[in-house]
């Protein structure tokens, strides 16, 4: 088998493989999570390991869309406003003895 091209041998699966992420990952947000000693403990490990939900995300409490935005946005206004004061250039120096008309 020739693996010199590997990328296009995948090329098909991909979309398949996008597919099933999708939709093990909106399981593994819609189920809860068994009580420990479950018989069903493996089978949501499976699943969350499908779902590549690394960080085992719960259908818990959120924050507040409010309290997202100023988490994310904060910083980003925050150094979008230091570089703009920092790209601003400095007056051109006025000449002492200005020529007369």
Do not use: C, Y
Not at 62 to 91: C, D, E, H, K, N
């Amino acid at each position: 088998m020739d693996l010199t091209n590997l990328p296009a041998l995948w090329a098909e699966a991909w979309p398949v493989i996008a597919a099933v992420t999708a939709g093990a990952s909106a399981l593994d947000a819609i189920l809860p999570q068994p009580a420990p000693g479950s018989h069903w403990l493996i089978a949501r490990k499976v699943l969350s390991f499908v779902a590549i939900n690394v960080g085992h995300a719960s259908n818990g409490a959120q924050p507040s869309f409010l309290t997202w935005i100023a988490r994310v946005a904060g910083p980003v206004l925050a150094a979008q406003a230091a570089a703009q004061a920092a790209a601003v250039p400095a007056p051109a120096p006025t000449p002492a003895n200005p020529p007369s008309a």
